[in-house]
Each structure stands twice: as structure tokens, then as C-alpha cells.
């Protein structure tokens, strides 16, 4: 399928039209109007000590290294977003790999140095995650999460069918606690998307007041903070201008919560999940009732406790009934094991699972099940199949989540944080040419791998 019969199927004919019109008043000739539109985001940003994440086709990259170049010196971060812009999923694994291995040499000889990728499209395959894997990539942020914003009976034909597409286009999977954190599939993270982004709502919802897109970008900040997660925005730098004002909304809506929001590059993101996976929690039974408790983390470690009596040690109210608490050692007083008991027949897999999410484990036997905040006995683990383990596993955090027993856990966040925001943007094409080019690049791709 080529470039155009594929935006077709995937826009709309009628969206596709109009995406052809508006390429001329985004892009010029030159790189003036990319450089202008890029410098908007770093800016915004930099008002709040914080940079964003862009991510380029290595042949554009090619074209414009010395911008691309000045834009990573301003830190913002570069991640790799293909060779060439082509949808993954129409792609063999060998195919993955030869593609991904060449954006990587472009990189190396252009000196930009690299940690994550996002497919084109958001395009990935099972087979993708092993390639980035085998490849050395820390992170890639492909899974969008979508949030439930768009009243879909509010929209003519037109605009459903051209959002609903996207829906398609992108995979999209439901939005809860579990869905909005960082994991880690082998070596590989996972950096969930949230969705609806500008191209969906500036271009297929006509939604370009900026007003109204900063209030919908602040519901689903908002919906993010109350879940703890993070949020990954993408900001298509050719709509960063007419979009400012909704991304200075965002980030002063974002700061304004109760408890921090950490605007970070993906790559520290990944970076600091990388760093919690390691942090591990020791109990110990002194007496009934008497337990010590022994903290292995970084000093940037959010340690939160729920109902429990602390002996001489200060909490801070943080969110709902958790407390926040700077010792690393201490004891507490509960009739319960403040931790997450699993039975001896649990598999490793559920276990590795609830270390990641941040919650302290003992192995105990199903005759104590009483004795712990909860208990989890999983002997057939999380499922084989990618949706039945992310709804075991969205259930699991949910209820977990919500328990009104004594316990101590991690939070996602450093230094007391409740939510994390990202913002990122694909720089699909720099200039007029970049973006009619990409059908010639697509043609010859598909040739030459037809040819082989």
C-alpha cells in the first residue's frame, strides 16, 4: 500500500485533502518555520526548568542535521522515529531490524545521541519490541492510552468516522492506573501516549481554538494526576504555534496541582523507572503487632504508608489516606503485615510485577491470608494473551490501589511527585519538501524490499 492509499484508509479521503492544503501553511521552503515552531515548545518548557522529547525519521534527520543538532543543544531530548515514515506493522521482523539499524547509523554519524524510539504511526508489532530489545534501546512510546474526552454522539459522520479511524490507527487501549505507568517488558520500557493528540483534535475534530483544546489537554492532565500516572503529550511541531497557548495551558494547570508534576524528557523518564525497579522493602516482625520496617532506595524515592501508627518518625499528608515519609528505617504499629502477601504457588511473573508497581512482598501460606493488607494467590499467572494481561493487570493495580488497609508501598514519582508529564513531538518533515519526499521514500522502500 503506498503513502497516499494509506493516509486514505487511515484519515479519511476527505481529511487527507485537507491535511494536503495545510501542508503549505505549516511548512515553508526553508527550515524557518520548523526552527520557529520547535523554539516555541523549548521555550514553554524551559519556564518551567523543563525540556521536551522530539522524535525524527533518520532521513530527515539526514537533511537537517545542523538544526536538529542546535535543537539537542537547547536539551531537548532526540529519539528515533523510524528510517523512513513507515507504518511497522506492514513490516517483516528482518525488515524491523534492517530499517531500525539504519536510522541507528544515521544518528551515530550525525552525533546525535539516541535512548528511545516511537514508531510512525504508533506503529508497533510484538515483533518490534524484540528488535528494540536486540537493539539497545532504553525505552520506545508507542502504546496510546485513550482518554475518554470526545463525546463521539456530539460529532457529524465525518469527523466520527475520521476520529474513530484513528482510534484504529493507533490501537488504542483503555485508560487506568496500570495503562498510564511505565513497564518494563524484558529490558525494553514501555512509555504509555495519551491520546486524543493535536492531529487528532486540531485535524479531525476541528477543534482549533486553543482555549479549548488547553481545557481538554487539562481534563486529561487532571485525570492523569488523580491516577498517578504519566502523560506523554504529542505535540506535532507543525501545529506547535497555533497550539502554544493550549500547551502553556497544560503546563500551568499541571504545575498548579496540590502535589509536584514532574515534566521530564522521556528519557529521564525511563531513566528513573529504570532506577525504581531496584528499590526493595524489608519487614520485620519484632513483636505482634510491632513490625520494623527497612527501605533500599535513592534518596529521590517516594515512600508512601497508609493507616499505620509510626514510632517517632514525622509523616506529611500526601494523597487520599497515603502519608509521605523521609525515614528510610523505622517501626510501625499494626495487627496486619503492612505488605502484599503471595502464596508459594504464585508464578515469577506476578511477583516481578508487584516489585515493579512498587509494592513490598512476603511469601506467606493461604491459611494467612488475614495476616496481610492483601493477598494474591496466582498460581496460572497473568494470562498468555496481551489483553488479558493487561485487564488482570489493570485490576490488580486497581485494587491494590484502593485498599483501606495498613500497608507501605512506593510512589511512581521522585521527590514526592503524584503524576508525571512528558511532552514530545514528531518532527515528520522539516520543510515542504520532507513531507512530499516521504512518499517517494516509502515507494522505494517497499521496491527494494520487494526486490530482495
Known sequence: MN???FSIKTKGAHNFIRRLWTVFTRFGFSESRTRHA???????????????????????????????????????????HGYIHNDYRFLSEGEQHKQTQRAISVFEDTHIP????????????????RVFAALGFLYESNDAVLHD????????????????????????????????????????LRLPTSIPDDEMLFDRLRITQAEEMGRIWGNMMQRVYDL?????????????????????????????????????????IAAWWKERKQFRCRITELAPGQWRIEVSCTPRATVLVRHLSIENQPTTPWFGNDRCIRARSFTVNTNTCPCIGVSGRTVQDVIDFLLEQGYPIIEGAQEDAHKYAHYVDMPGGMGCSRSEQMRKRSALVEKIERLEAPMIRFGCWPDGGRAALGVSGDIDSVTIQDFFLRILEVRQERDRTFCA
Open 228 to 268: 498517578g500516572g504519566l502523560y506523554t503529550l504529542n505535540l506535532h511541531p507543525e501545529r506547535s504555534l497555533p497550539c502554544k497557548r493550549a500547551l502553556d495551558m497544560l503546563l500551568s494547570h499541571a504545575r498548579s496541582r496540590p502535589l509536584p508534576v514532574w515534566v521530564a524528557r522521556l528519557k529521564d
Open 149 to 188: 474526552v470526545i463525546d463521539l454522539n456530539s460529532l457529524s459522520p465525518v469527523l466520527r468516522s475520521g476520529y474513530e479511524k484513528s482510534l484504529k490507527l493507533f490501537q488504542a487501549i483503555p485508560c487506568n492506573a496500570y495503562t498510564l505507568r511505565p513497564h518494563f517488558e524484558g529490558n525494553l
Open 38 to 80: 520547535l523554539y516555541a515548545v523549548v521555550n514553554s518548557l524551559r519556564q518551567y526548568s523543563a525540556s521536551p522529547t522530539f522524535f525524527i525519521p533518520a532521513v530527515v534527520l539526514k537533511r537537517h542535521p545542523m538544526l536538529i543538532a542546535e535543537i539537542a543543544h537547547q536539551s531537548a531530548e532526540i529519539g528515533i
Open 3 to 5: 503513502l497516499v492509499a
Open 114 to 129: 539516541y535512548r528511545g524510539f516511537r514508531n510512525p504511526y504508533l506503529g508497533w508489532t510484538e515483533e518490534s519490541l
